[in-house]
């Protein structure tokens, strides 16, 4: 089906076209965009809002990260209901209103909400896509879409602290808000114009809530789905207790200035973009499972060292190249990680990808908003919480992984 019928749906035996995998991690790209490009702004945010305070910018990352997680829960069984065209057109216009709600309130409690509410709609950036994907390829070749589109999507964390730190030497937070109001309009733009629906009248699901709430049940008791969502959701929780801990431990510990953060930012998201694309073509050659548990073996180690050097001190203040060295390891290894496990938690999931999907992004920030939490709470200073928070969400990986495979050795479910 030509982009010219944008409103008939696409054939599941048909892949998805450059333009549209480029639109669809740009769309997706919204998450990250709205979280990393106002981190060089904390201390203007917390100085501009009445109500605010020290510290309070982190609180207003954990509204947005709270409110992705409620919002997927919903959007999934709508995308199933309703196609992903609707639901996704209708997520970005929320998107885009409470962001320009955000750039012109001057309470600080009236911010976090409209974040909140941001957040309900920018989650449809987050599940549909992902349901887009699996509704036109599934195994190897969904492993390499999903790849091709995690590149895309990677691009927004190189480009937003960048595109935070020059938006602020012309002009102030404020407009950063508003840039993300105009991308989520030219993202519906794009959808309109170009994207046709993926997923068959035929196949569509009830909306009941009876059956939701089942659907929901039968897929965490799915075990396939169960442990590979669980290693995705704790590789998200890596990266958000790097991006919850990034303001404090760059600016505050290592003095890195507005523009050394942004380049810090994008060289680590370079290296999460290069394990992605060299995933993809991996997964011709080896398993999803054994790319997925190399990088795990990967992670333990990078983040074993990285524990040990910030607690002795030597990562940290005095050695700030080692410490972005260390967490440039780690991301790296959750390029290969992220993909494969999405992919394999939707193996038996094609009939409600959507609800699937939305399982998966509710877990992963629902459980990845506790980031910020523990990082917070982690006494030491220095690179200790960042080291610690990344740590965790690694170990937990493993323990996933660790039942993963025994199960799969049990016979319950296959490697």
Known sequence: MTSSHPTTSLSSGNSLTLWRIVLLGLITGIGPLATDMYLPAFPQVEHDLVGGGPGSAQFTLAAWFMGLALGQFSQGPLSDRFGRRAPLITGLAV?????????????????????????????????????????V????????????????????????????????????????????CLYGLVGIAGIVSSLPDTLDESKRTSLSPLRIAGRYLTILQEPVFRY??????????????????????????????????GLFFGVNAAAFILGTQIN?????????????????????????VFTVLALTGFAGEHHALLTCALITSITGALGFIGPNATVMSFYHHGQHAGSASAMLGTLQFGIGSMSSVLVAMVPGGGAIPTAIGMMTGIVAMGLADLMRRRFARAGHISE
């Open 228 to 261: 590979n969502a669980l290693i995705a959701t704790f590789s998200t929780f890596v990266m958000f207790s790097y991006l919850s801990s990034a303001p404090v431990l760059f600016e505050q510990v290592l003095h890195f200035s507005a523009s050394q953060f």
């Open 95 to 135: 998107f885009s209103v409470a962001s320009a709600g955000c750039a012109v309130v001057q309470n600080y409690h009236l911010f976090c909400l409209l974040r909140f509410i941001g957040a309900i709609g920018g989650s449809a950036s987050a599940v549909i896509p992902r349901a887009i994907v699996r509704d």
């Open 280 to 304: 993809g073509r991996l997964v011709h050659k080896f398993t999803m499972s054994f790319l997925l548990q190399t990088a795990l073996a990967w992670a333990v180690v990078s983040g074993a």
């Open 137 to 180: 390829a599934t195994g190897k070749a969904g492993a390499r879409l999903m790849s091709q589109l995690t590149l895309v999507f990677g691009v927004m964390p190189v480009l937003a602290p960048s595109l935070g730190s020059i938006i602020l030497k012309f002009g102030d937070w404020r407009w950063i808000f508003w840039t993300g």
